[in-house]
């Protein structure tokens, strides 16, 4: 997992905000937020496609990233440590926007679910939310 800085000079409420949104993201992935393992690999081709769009001009507005669909499908070796890769046929992959990669897609089904939702599902599993 890989998070990028971003290239901007960030106020210090921004670079606090950064900073939680990281770990709790990091968390929740590898927690699998209550779900079962998730598994975000993409073969390379579609990596260096989505780097190529990010680089564009509002990109974050008017771009289309290539993210893996069923993140929840992946199959594991037995070891926690060695993942298996996917075969090519297994991977469902779409082209997202920025807000339907964070908030989720609206369609049913087997919908990408957003990472902000799995955020929210990581901070109701765990311990530290819970109401008294």
């Not at 960030?10 to 993201?25: G, K, M, Q, S, W």
């Not at 990010?54 to 974050?60: E, H, I, P, T, V």
Request: net charge negative.
């Amino acid at each position: 997992m890989e998070f990028r800085p971003l290239e901007v000079q960030l106020t210090d409420f921004e670079n606090a905000a950064f900073a939680i949104a990281v770990v709790l993201l990091s968390r929740a992935l590898l927690e699998g937020a209550g779900a079962g393992r998730m598994d975000f690999y993409l073969p390379l081709h579609y990596v260096e496609e989505n780097m190529r769009r990010a680089q564009l001009k509002d990109a974050c507005l008017r771009q289309k990233f290539f993210m893996r669909r069923n993140i929840f499908s992946g199959s594991s070796s037995g070891s926690k440590s060695i993942p298996c890769v996917p075969a090519a046929e297994d991977i469902e992959v779409a082209e997202l926007t920025i807000d339907e990669i964070f908030n989720g897609e609206k369609a049913s089904g087997n919908a990408f679910p957003g990472l902000l939702p799995l955020i929210d599902a990581y901070l109701a599993s765990s311990s530290c939310c819970t109401s008294a």
